[in-house]
Each structure stands twice: as C-alpha cells, then as structure tokens.
C-alpha cells in the first residue's frame, strides 16, 4: 500500500511540478513579446500560472491527450517505486471473516515467497519529508490565519464622513480600527475588512482618501481570495522554487495594480509616494505589522520598486483589445498544449525469432535463477494476497512446479489497464474518466498480454484451457475440473437454472468463460448482461439488490458468497464446465513437460484433491447447508401461502 502511495505522489508532484515550470516559462515569453506592461494584467497571467499548478495533479484527467515519442529508459525513479499492487476486496472478506473455526482454511504448505529484491528506503523517507515540510507550512499558515482572526475580532467599525464613502461599497467591505496593526490592511475573505491603525483620524483627508483607495481596490480585484491560493500553493509545492516566485509575483503585481487605483483616487502621483515612505518609517518604528495573511498600502516589501515606478510615472498602462485576446488565447492555447503533450505508449515489442534473439538469457531458460509466475490475485481462494505477498490453490501449485525445477518462485501480480489498483488512481478514474475499464484489453485478456511480452514465463491465474488463445499459447494439462454456476439474491426462489435467467439482470466478469458462455447460450432469452473487472464486484452489485443473478466460476462464486456477501447464495448445478491449466508462451515445450510432469505427480499422489479439500471443503459443506435452508424456506413458504407461491 505504501509503495502504490508512494508512486503515485511522485508521479504528480513530479509531473505537476515540470509542467507548471514550463507554463511558467511560456507565459512569461509571452509577456515579454507581447510588452504587456499592465499590473493589473500581468497579475491576471501570473494568477492562471497559479491555478493551473495547483490543478495541474488532475488537469491531466481533463484534458484530452497528445501523444508524443519520448525515449524513456527502463530504469528510473518510477521503475524503482514500481511495485504490484492488489485489489484488496477479496483479501479483506477473508480477513474480516475469518475466525477460530476457519483456521484450517488459512493453513498452507509452504508460505508466499515475497519479492527478494530489497525495496530502497529513500523514497519513503523523501515522502516523509515531503509531509513533514508541508505540515509545518500549514501550521504556519494557520497561525497566520489566528493572529488576522484577533486583529479582525479587535477592530472596532469606523464612521466614516461622508467625502470619503464615494470610495467604498459597504457591502463588499467595512472599515474598522485596531491598535493591534502599524499600517492599513485588509483581512478576511467572505467578509473582508478594511483595517486602519488607531493614528488615521490625524491623517489628512488626501492621505485617508488614497489609504482607502488602495485597500478597497484589494477588495474589488478579489486578492484575498488569490493570496491564500498561493500560500496554498507554497505548502503543497514547498520543494519548487516556482511556488515561491510566484506568491512573490502576485503579491507586487496586486500592489502595483491597487497603486494605480490609489493615483487615481489622490491625482498626484508624489503625493501617493510620500504616503508610501510614510508606512514605511511607522512600520520601522513599530518593528512589524503584523500583516502575515493581510494585505495593505505596505504591500509586504517591494517599497523601493514601487516608488520607483511611481516616480518613472509607469502607470496606467492601457493595452489593446487585440494584445488582450493573444494573451488570453496564448494562456489558453499554453495550458492545454503542456498538459495535453504525454508520452506516447511504446510499441509493441517484435514477436518471433527476432523477439527471443532479444530476450535476456534468464528469460528464456527455464533454469532461470527465480521462475515468474503471472497471477491476478483477485481469485479468492485460488489466488489473493496484499503487497508482496500472495496465497492461495493455485499457488500452491506453483511452487510446486518452483520446487520441481529447483528453482525459487516469483509471483508477478496483474496491474492491468483496465482495473486500477492504486486506490488515488481509482478515485482520480472515477472522478474524471468514463470509467476505470476504458482500457482497450480486460482484465482476463491483459494476462496473457503479459504472458507476450514475456513478463514471466507461466500464467497461473484461473485460467480455462481456451482454444483462442491457442495459437500464440501452450497449456498445460489440466489441473482442476470446474465451470460456472448461477448466483442469486437469497429468497429469489424464482431462478433456479439457466431458464430462469430469461429477461434478467445478469453480471459476469469480462472476458472470462462465463462472459464467452451467456453471450453464446440460446436457452434464456433477453438476458441483459453486465460486466465487471472482477467477480466480486459483480457479486457486491448483487448483494446489493442491483442485480438478478451473476454467472461465474464455481470455487471464486461459492467462496465469495459464503464469506463474503452473505445477502447471495450460489446455486449447486453447472451450467457450463471447462478445466483450468497453466499457459506458457508458445516454444516453451521444455518448460511444458515440466509443468505437465509436476501436475500428473501432484495427481497421482492425491495432493489436487488434497488442496481443494483444505481450500475449498468447509465452504463447499457450508454453501450445502445454506442451499438446503432456502429449499426447505420455500418448501414452508409454499404450505403456509399456496396462492403466493405460484405467483412467484
């Protein structure tokens, strides 16, 4: 779990903090060619920078793609966070379900190998230190956020007369007194305050005039939304000096614009200069002012800069309609070309003789140091397991043909494009995609997928023998008989067989042979099918009342009815039955005889029927027992109410 958090912060930090540097980076070319020289416009481009780093993490998730070739080595930081994820809802049914009497079913032969690679540290501890930067700032922040609260709370309203009220509009803003503050600032952003020191009735009316000017223009520009955004903004991305540079760009492109008001107001421009020096030498004599989330005549620095521009008489810099339109189209047009331009997945890797010529020798040997074994660990109890480690029939199994060749295990988990495992990365799906299944190849088929690019030598996965597939794939003798039954709500008497799924709302599991089997039966007529990434998931729809009936494989549906969606019962018949194997890639024919050489002794020695007993028996002779009891409730049903019963 930690690793999956750990990539997928990197991966939006990171990417968020390349992108926003090169939005940066474009705007500010586009400032210069364009010689805007407008604050307040200027500051309106620097705003946008802001808010798309702060949704640049999601603005991926929005915006449409533009592939682009990238060379992209093998190795790197992402490669090295990489670790399999695993969908944990059978995992956890398990754990929650398990007590004193379901011990035996948690016993195995041998336990899960986990990954012998030791997983670096560094990345955890830079998280760490990631978190413990952003906490201190937030707090800071907040304490902040305090300190503005009493010097609002303190204030007392201020009755202005009635020369100077043509400059405020006592509904966006009010005017009060503190003795907590050395200079005139605004707080607050639902209801902001104009805040002026206890010295403001000895200041002449000119003075008060441009003072209130300047603050209110602070208000109608809406810069006490904008600055806590880029407080905002430094705590997340404390790391990237951008952050930095640009709260420090908001804040003196706000105050330039807001002097251009104030000249405005006074008409004369060394007048407002002298008021400027003025806050100045009170701020020096009070040693502060106490103006962390505030905003003021003062400004929070860049005093020289802005008289300088007063002096020079850069102000009122009106811009074009035409320069206007370039910028905003040029944002507009920057924003979607930085976060639409994404890598372009690689090709496909060359099939044949030319791809095994390309194969490492340890990969194409079986007499590899560990053997790689393909598995979705959603297959509860054939497959299933949390970070490393994974258990389950199956597994059994393949360390058995492990121990046979000699060679150590690895278990390779799914992370297949169509069912997220990273929790983040679900959420972010389902809040800003189609859905998490838009991937073009399903869960089953991104198996054997896998299998292709010689990610792993076997595929042990509930895997039916499949003759689709067996062109490109080997099987393996089958090591375990089953097929697919019918799961329906408790008390739903009225399904019983395939017939009865006619006109029904029926779930399978995409791309396995219970999907292949209901799109091909001609016995139940409109039968509306739906399809999950996994089968508890279409049995959580079903527990739920969403559904009619789910169609799946026998040992995952009776397993998972009995421990975990306790509202379904799984019904005893098979409606369609097929074998499980192992699959290697086709030319693997030493590896085959192998793998059929250690299924025929598990066999013959009895241990197949051995691990479906350990695995499988206790829930089998519960589901049994549930079975009988919805027979004999119906049976009673039917006695008690005759003529209910046959209308059902």
């Known amino acids: 779990m930690l690793s999956e958090w750990n990539e997928t ?31 307040g416009l200027r500051h309106a481009a620097w705003t946008t920078v802001l808010l798309a780093m702060l949704l640049m993490p999601v603005l991926p998730h929005l915006i449409p793609s533009i592939s682009i070739s990238v060379p992209v080595p093998s190795s790197g930081i992402l490669t090295m966070l990489k670790s399999p994820g695993a969908k944990p809802a059978a995992a956890a049914a398990l754990s929650s379900n398990a007590g004193p009497a379901q011990i035996p079913w948690m016993r195995r032969a041998s336990p899960p190998v986990p990954d012998p690679e030791g997983k670096p540290i560094w990345p955890t501890a830079m998280i760490a230190l990631y978190c413990i930067g952003a906490l201190l700032l937030i707090g800071r922040a907040l304490l902040g956020w305090r300190m503005m609260s009493q010097i609002a709370r303190s204030g007392k309203p201020v009755d202005l007369n009635p020369g100077l009220r043509f400059h405020l509009n006592p509904v966006i803003a009010t005017v009060y007194e503190s003795g907590l503050v050395a200079t005139p600032m ?64 908001l804040v003196s492109t706000a105050e330039q614009a807001c002097d251009d008001e104030a000249v405005r107001a006074v008409g004369e421009t060394r007048f407002y200069a002298e008021v400027l020096l003025d806050m100045a030498r009170t701020v020096r004599r009070r040693g502060g002012r106490l103006a962390w989330q505030g905003l003021g005549v ?28 370039v910028i905003v ?52 109890p054939l497959e299933f397991g949390l970070d490393t480690g994974v258990q389950g029939l199956e597994v059994e199994i393949g360390n058995e043909i492990g121990k046979s060749l000699g060679i150590d295990v690895k278990w390779v988990k799914a992370q297949n494009p169509e069912y997220s495992y990273n929790r983040l990365e679900l959420v972010m799906d389902s809040l800003f ?114 559904l009619d009936a789910v169609v799946g494989d026998e040992p995952l549906v009776t ?80 006695k008690m109410h005759p003529v209910s019963a046959l209308l059902r």
């Open 559 to 638: 397993y998972s009815c009995v421990k975990s969606f306790h509202n379904t019962i799984a019904l005893p018949a098979l409606i369609n039955e097929y074998k499980y194997a192992a699959v290697v890639a086709k030319g693997k024919t030493a590896l085959l005889a192998k793998l059929n050489e250690t299924i025929d002794r598990l066999d013959s020695a009895g241990r197949l029927k051995k691990l479906d007993e350990t695995w499988l028996g206790n829930v089998r002779r519960s589901a049994t027992h549930l079975q009988q009891e919805e027979i004999d409730a119906a049976r009673l049903y039917a």
């Open 433 to 546: 995609r189609r859905s998490p299944g838009s991937a073009s190849l399903n869960a089953y088929e991104h198996l054997f997928e896998m299998l292709k690019r010689r990610e792993a030598e076997i595929l042990i996965s509930a895997i039916a023998v499949d003759s689709r597939q067996s062109a490109d794939f080997l099987f393996s003798k089958p090591y375990y008989e089953t097929g697919d039954v019918i799961a329906r709500h408790r008390n739903r008497f009225d399904i019983s067989d395939l017939a009865s799924l006619s006109r029904k709302k029926v779930a399978v599991v995409e791309g396995r042979p219970g999907d292949v089997f209901m799109r091909s039966q001609k016995i139940a007529d409109g039968v509306a099918i739906s399809r999950y990434s996994t089968i508890d998931d279409a049995l959580g729809a079903l527990n739920r009342g969403e």
């Open 9 to 39: 912060l990197y991966r939006a930090f990171l990417d968020a903090s390349f992108r926003a540097a090169v939005f940066a980076a474009i705007i500010a070319l586009i400032l210069v060619a364009v010689r805007v020289r407008s604050s």
């Open 298 to 325: 003062y400004g929070n620095g860049f005093l020289s800069q802005r008289i300088d521009r007063l002096l020079h008489g850069d102000l009122f810099c009106e811009i074009s309609r035409t320069r206007k339109a």
């Open 329 to 380: 189209l040029g944002c507009a047009a920057s924003i979607f070309l930085v976060v639409a331009c994404r890598e372009k997945p690689q090709p496909a890797e060359p099939k044949g003789d030319a791809k095994q010529a390309s194969q490492p020798a340890s990969s194409q040997s079986i007499w590899a140091k560990r053997l790689r074994i393909i598995t979705d660990p959603v297959n509860a």
């Open 186 to 249: 605004t707080v607050g952003i639902i209801s902001p305050r104009i805040i002026l020191p206890a010295s403001w009735r000895t200041w002449p009316q000119a003075k008060l005039s441009a003072v209130l000017a300047h603050e209110y223009s602070h208000v109608r520009r809406h810069d006490m939304w904008i600055m806590p955004l880029a407080r905002l903004n430094c705590c997340l991305y404390w790391f990237h000096p951008l952050a930095w540079w640009l709260e420090r760009k």
